[in-house]
């Protein structure tokens, strides 16, 4: 339950309609997310137990915190990464996050030069 708290601490505030920012979680939670996936990998055998229980979870999270066609594919891409054996070292949330804020960065450079 206090993962939950605390992961909606650090993803943005999309309730307020104030907010310009797109759905967009922050490079920690990324990381964070990173970690907890890779955590498993640590343990012999029992971490690809964990990797069951943990890849539904993590491709949930990561659904709802990316949004839209991207966070569901990556979503489905995140689940097979964490359930396959020997894969948990890729860090997808943080991939994702980088994918993203290259293509903001690239949009508000077109946006400037117009």
């Keep these: 339950m206090q993962l939950f708290?605390?992961?909606?601490l650090l993803l943005p505030d999309l309730t307020n309609p104030e907010s310009k920012m797109k759905k967009q979680p922050s490079l920690i939670f990324c990381i964070i997310m990173d970690l907890i996936g890779y955590a498993s990998f640590s343990i012999p055998i029992l971490g690809e137990?964990?990797?069951v229980i943990w890849a539904p979870i993590s491709a949930i999270i990561?659904?709802?915190?990316?949004?839209g066609w991207k966070g569901a594919l990556g979503g489905i891409?995140?689940?097979?990464?964490?359930f396959l054996p020997g894969t948990d070292f890729i860090p997808s949330f943080t991939l994702m996050w980088l994918i993203q804020n290259m293509q903001n960065k690239k949009a508000r450079t077109v946006k400037r030069l117009r």
Excluded: W
């Excluded at 708290?5 to 909606?8: D, P």
């Excluded at 990561?62 to 949004?67: H, P, W």
């Design 49 to 51: 137990l964990l990797d």
């Design 5 to 8: 708290f605390c992961i909606h």
């Design 77 to 82: 891409g995140n689940f097979i990464e964490e």
């Design 62 to 67: 990561f659904m709802v915190s990316f949004g």
